[in-house]
């Protein structure tokens, strides 16, 4: 389970080079552990029989590609939004932030994805400025594809200060499987658009809150990719987009 010093105390994990050829996935080292326990684990099976061994490859294999790490392509303008994790946008429109955040109690532009187990749950910061705060709360581990997760579920919030369009927010939710978020972020550290910030394991959400004069370029149902979707514009300026199912 999330703890508060687990969410709320930041460890450093910074963004370095891949050394990996293009096509081997990068697994981050939070990771590693994971993956071996599962090898020990496959190697005790194999032992026992040859069938359960190779179960046990495959289950080692999906254990590293949960913690896959895949260098990512981010553009970079100051008015742009970009998605903070892979994964369903499941809802658009206005909502109140998380209450622990002690804000002005105004609605704001809310974008919420859903991140399944076979998803990239490397989370990645939506814009660049100055993280304010950084804000733990527990909570209940309902399924995080459902909207009140948002307000019931265990979480973690990060409230970015931009340059010149206030304040967004960022929220990390634990899911009915995640039980364990991470946050490498502390309060006071340059926020860059694209970095690296977090992970959540196993299944999750991720809520992105914005100003009410930003518009949403993403619609529900679509797929973002965290790190390189635009998923908003925070100037206005852009028309809202719609999507249709071909």
């Known amino acids: 389970m999330t703890t508060p010093s687990s969410a709320g105390r930041a460890t450093t994990?910074?963004?370095?080079?891949?050394?990996?050829?293009?096509?081997?996935?990068?697994i981050h080292r939070e990771g590693w552990p994971f993956v071996a326990v599962a090898a020990v684990v496959?190697?005790?099976?194999?032992?026992?029989?040859?069938?359960?061994?190779?179960?046990?490859?495959?289950?080692t294999l999906g254990v590293a590609l949960f913690f896959r790490d895949p260098e990512r392509m981010t553009p970079v303008a100051d008015d742009l939004v970009i998605a903070a994790a892979d994964g369903v946008v499941t809802s658009v429109g206005p909502a109140l932030p998380p209450p622990e955040l002690a804000l002005d109690g105004q609605p704001r532009l809310r974008i919420s994805t859903f991140l399944s187990v076979l998803d990239v749950h490397i989370n990645r910061l939506p814009v660049s400025g100055t993280v304010a705060r950084v804000a733990y709360h527990p909570g209940t581990f309902v399924s995080a594809e459902l909207d009140k997760a948002s307000e019931q579920n265990e979480r973690n919030s990060l409230v970015i200060a931009t340059p010149s369009d206030g304040d967004v927010v960022v929220v990390q939710i634990a899911g009915l499987i995640a039980r364990r978020i991470r946050c490498w972020m502390r309060a006071g550290e340059t926020a860059e658009t694209g970095r690296r910030f977090g992970l959540i394991?196993?299944?999750?959400?991720?809520?992105?809150?914005?100003?009410?004069?930003a518009v949403a370029l993403v619609a529900p149902g679509q797929r973002a990719v965290g790190g390189e979707t635009v998923i908003a514009d925070l100037t206005g300026r852009e028309a809202p987009r719609h999507a249709e199912r071909r």
Not at 13 to 26: K, Q
Not at 42 to 59: D, E, K
């Open 201 to 213: 394991r196993f299944g999750s959400r991720v809520d992105v809150y914005l100003p009410l004069q």
């Open 42 to 59: 496959s190697l005790v099976l194999a032992l026992i029989a040859a069938p359960l061994g190779w179960l046990g490859v495959l289950a």
């Open 13 to 26: 994990a910074p963004d370095t080079p891949s050394v990996l050829p293009p096509w081997l996935p990068r």
